[in-house]
T-cell receptor
Framework: DVKVTQSSRYLVKRTGEKVFLECVQDMDHENMFWYRQDPGLGLRLIYFSYDVKMKEKGDIPEGYSVSREKKERFSLILESASTNQTSMYLC??????????????FGPGTRLLVL | GEDVEQSLFLSVREGDSSVINCTYTDSSSTYLYWYKQEPGAGLQLLTYIFSNMDMKQDQRLTVLLNKKDKHLSLRIADTQTGDSAIYFCAERFYGQNFVFGPGTRLSVLP
């Protein structure tokens, strides 16, 4: 079974703090993704990575950065947290197989509250 | 650009069938997916359909795809309280580009 884990289920931070969200997958997947989930907006892609040290901006990268130093680990960084970054953050991973039903496997999510 | 739409809420009585609908704008997707999210959890893949199919059945789940109308639906037969969750429709394009709908919250009433 694919396992995607996220370092925290709940986080409370203050405005201006630097926040690290960690994601680890154990299936040797090439692709990793960070989404935020807000009511009525579904999932919005922040950043994704298709290889170690590679990253691509998603739909809403502003205010975020990422790091992929090892294949299994993808970190999301909020350099200076703001209240509008209060959200549920979901990490996902997927393999390289094309032309197949290869899906994204999701972690349990981190609910971040910025005060 | 790609856009996926779903109604946000659906209520059904236990034992009835649920039908969750999804419409999309870009027909170049390769696969379409239904994910289920239970409270406090991530998304789990429920089922998927290849874009050149029009129907897929998997136990209580039936997926219908109308490519002409760009409409995807998920029917859950004999809905149970354990089916209460948020259901996301998603399109996958070539490569790993996924686009998700806003999710439909299904409430199953006793």
């Amino acid at each position: 079974d694919v396992k995607v884990t996220q370092s925290s289920r709940y986080l409370v931070k203050r405005t201006g703090e630097k926040v690290f969200l960690e994601c680890v997958q154990d299936m040797d997947h090439e692709n990793m993704f960070w989404y935020r989930q807000d009511p009525g907006l579904g999932l919005r892609l922040i950043y994704f990575s298709y290889d170690v040290k590679m990253k691509e901006k998603g739909d809403i990268p502003e205010g975020y950065s990422v790091s992929r130093e090892k294949k299994e680990r993808f970190s999301l960084i909020l350099e200076s947290a703001s209240t509008n970054q209060t959200s549920m953050y979901l990490c996902a991973s997927s393999g390289l197989r094309q032309g197949s039903k290869e899906t994204q496997y999701f972690g349990p999510g981190t609910r971040l509250l910025v005060l | 650009g790609e856009d996926v739409e779903q109604s946000l809420f659906l209520s059904v009585r236990e034992g009835d069938s649920s039908v969750i609908n999804c419409t999309y704008t870009d027909s170049s997707s390769t696969y379409l997916y239904w994910y289920k999210q239970e409270p406090g959890a991530g998304l789990q893949l429920l089922t998927y359909i290849f874009s050149n199919m029009d129907m897929k059945q998997d136990q209580r789940l039936t997926v219908l795809l109308n490519k002409k109308d760009k409409h995807l639906s998920l029917r859950i037969a004999d809905t149970q309280t354990g089916d209460s969750a948020i259901y996301f429709c998603a399109e996958r394009f070539y490569g790993q580009n996924f686009v998700f709908g806003p999710g439909t919250r299904l409430s199953v009433l006793p």
